[in-house]
């Protein structure tokens, strides 16, 4: 999900985009939306099935994971 799209959603729902990376914009519109400000924290499972997130979260997460094994395997 592009940054675009994450102030587009802040804004929709009430809250301020200024100056915020993308994880706290999004913790922020979890926490308006009653759901867990949780965003990039998953570890390959996640249990909010009502975040708008969740799918982006994941592969996120996947993205980051590939990119640890990546650097652990250039400095071995």
Partial sequence: M???DVR???KERGVNSF???K???IREIQRKEHNFDCYGTAT???DQL???FRSSCLQEEKSATR???T???ETQ
């Fill in 2 to 4: 592009k940054m675009q």
């Fill in 19 to 21: 100056g915020k990376t």
């Fill in 71 to 73: 650097h652990a395997k």
């Fill in 67 to 69: 990119k640890r094994h």
């Fill in 8 to 10: 587009a959603m802040a």
């Fill in 50 to 52: 009502e975040c708008c």
């Fill in 44 to 46: 390959g499972y996640c």
């Fill in 23 to 25: 994880t706290e914009l």
